[in-house]
């Protein structure tokens, strides 16, 4: 009821309060990082998703909620996260990997060097 109150107020004296929604269904991501340009331990994590390795970390391979809406939207469950190590971070990191599909065999796999701000995906 406060905050309706002081929005109210503010058009009171004229000005103007503007609300962008996001839109449902965002765009897939159009830029491209190749294979190669990856960082050595996202290639490494690549290589372990394709032949369905095993993970340093506990969250790898757990679902991906897509919550920011960055990617293309699938159903829950479509995609799952993987930690690319960051030389000299405490913790996991701000990179991770997100692919789609099947464990092994996934449709598309996405970079993101800045902990899900934005997405590439990656080509071979």
Not at 35 to 45: C, F, H, K, N, S
Not at 81 to 100: K, Q
Request: hydrophobic share 30%; with cysteine; glycine share 12%.
């Amino acid at each position: 009821m406060a905050v309706r109150a002081g929005v109210l107020g503010l058009l009171a004296f004229g000005f103007t309060v503007s609300v962008q929604a996001r839109s449902p269904s965002i765009a897939p991501p159009t830029a491209v990082i190749s294979l190669a340009e990856l960082p050595p331990q996202g290639r490494e994590v690549y290589g372990r998703i394709r032949s369905g390795g095993s993970f340093r970390h506990e969250k790898d391979g757990s679902v991906f909620g897509n919550r920011e809406r960055l990617l293309p939207p699938r159903e829950r469950g479509y995609y799952r996260e993987y930690t690319v190590r960051t030389p000299g971070a405490r913790d996991r990191g701000a990179r991770r990997i997100v692919c789609g599909g099947r464990p092994k065999a996934p449709d598309r796999c996405y970079y993101t060097s800045d902990h899900y701000a934005s997405f590439r995906e990656i080509v071979e």
